[in-house]
């Protein structure tokens, strides 16, 4: 099933975020995003992989946090999200099955029940925590779209690679128990 995947497919608030909004004084909303869910998407970005956000909400933040991350298919403001995943499986070429999708609520269900790999927050609610494949151990907004990026990368044997330029970077003498991959080379 995970060897397949290679569409992530991310919704925002309670996924990219911890769901908090912030509303200032002029009448545009503040997120925070996670540094390493960012450096996540770069990652799976680079290792050939696609990646879409889709939100039900609208927001200059999403688009601005997607460019920053290299997400250059944005759909936003996506009331019933399901044709919506259609037009992004028909834009990039894909088929479900191919899907990595993350979600936190009833309105993820839909394409959540399709995806190849359907992932859920620890914060959503129940019904798509059940309907999942697999829930992440890192909350939305602190770390769950990286957490399920590694996982994808590790079960199709991708992580590595990607350690590796950092890996080719360390000192031979290091002492064994103080390296960060195992095998040294
Ligand atoms: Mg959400």
């Not at 029940?113 to 914060?123: I, K, L, M, N």
């Amino acid at each position: 099933m995970l060897d397949r995947i290679d569409l992530l497919v991310l919704d925002v608030d309670g996924v990219l975020t911890d769901g908090g909004i912030i509303y200032d004084s002029r009448g545009s909303d503040v997120k925070r995003f996670d540094v390493h869910d960012g450096q996540g998407v770069r990652y799976w970005l680079r290792a050939g992989h696609e990646a879409a956000v889709l939100s039900g909400r609208g927001s200059k933040t999403i688009r601005r946090r997607a460019k920053e991350i290299g997400i250059e298919n944005v759909y936003e403001d996506a009331k019933d999200k399901l044709p919506v995943f259609e037009k992004i499986l028909k834009r990039l070429g894909r088929t479900p099955d191919q899907v990595c999708y993350v979600g936190d609520d009833l309105v993820d269900l839909p394409v959540m029940a399709r995806v190849g790999f359907a992932v859920a927050t620890p914060g959503a609610v129940d019904e798509v925590r059940r309907l999942a494949h697999y829930v992440t151990r890192r909350a939305g907004g602190h770390g769950a779209v990286r957490e399920t990026i590694e996982l994808v990368l590790k079960y199709q044997d991708r992580w590595r690679e990607i350690c590796r330029r950092y890996e080719d970077r360390m000192p031979a003498d290091l002492p064994a128990a103080r390296r960060p991959w195992k095998e040294t080379r």
